[in-house]
């Protein structure tokens, strides 16, 4: 299997805290990212990490950190401050030089007020 595996999910109130974290069974990855999909609304990314360098979609900057342990072939997304517009189910996203992207399941974040 080549489908990263999510984890981290949950129901937390507004203000709260909340760890993602996504383990890839392929390794030479130079992309790992997190998207996120709201009901009614297109997927859009969250944060990604490539060659070294992180981005951030402006709505979660300040807020949330992504990382990366390559000994772990793991993502991680701290997520601080959470707000109940940050709930969606986040996917995280791989890819290695010359393949296509693989995408997890998807978890769950929901933010209650």
């Known amino acids: 299997q080549v489908q990263p595996v999510e984890s981290g999910g949950g129901l937390v109130p507004a203000g709260g805290s909340l760890r993602l974290s996504c383990i890839a069974s392929i390794s030479s990855l130079n992309y790992m990212g997190w998207y996120r999909q709201a009901p009614g609304k297109q997927r859009e990314l969250v944060a990604e990490?490539?060659?070294?360098?992180?981005n951030y979609a402006d709505s979660v900057k300040g807020r949330f950190t992504i990382s990366r342990d390559n000994a772990k072939n793991t993502v991680y997304l701290q997520m601080n401050s959470l707000k109940v517009e940050d709930t969606a189910v986040y996917y995280c996203?791989?890819?290695?030089?010359?393949?296509?992207?693989?995408w997890g399941q998807g978890t769950q974040v929901t933010v209650s007020s």
């Open positions: 996203k791989t890819m290695r030089p010359f393949d296509r992207p693989y």
């Open positions: 990490i490539t060659s070294g360098r992180t």
